[in-house]
């Protein structure tokens, strides 16, 4: 019975720390890819000459933020599917 409430435990922590992970992760890049365009449209409007310059940079920025989300994305799955913890409880159940 301890076995099983400790697994239990694990994968309800587990649930919500991916819910964080996946959650706050979009937040983020959202709020980032939010003040990057911003600024370059402000940056365009200002100096419209340098606007394919800034473009190629913006776009290259968008890529890592979101790189970053999806990087967030495959730990959160990593837990979801293949947990290491609750190997380890049985494990230790095991012996």
């Not at 994305?73 to 380890?88: D, E, I, Q, R």
């Amino acid at each position: 019975m301890e076995t099983l409430q400790a697994l239990a435990q694990i994968q309800s922590f587990t649930a919500i720390g991916i819910g964080l992970i996946i959650g706050l992760g979009a937040l983020g890049a959202c709020i980032g890819v939010a003040i990057m365009c911003s600024s370059f449209l402000e940056g365009a409007a200002r100096q419209p000459e340098l606007m394919p310059q800034l473009q190629a940079k913006v776009f290259l920025l968008l890529g890592l933020i979101d790189a970053s989300f999806i990087i967030g994305v495959g730990l959160a799955m990593l837990f979801a599917f293949g947990n290491p913890l609750t190997a380890a409880v049985l494990q230790a159940a095991a012996k």
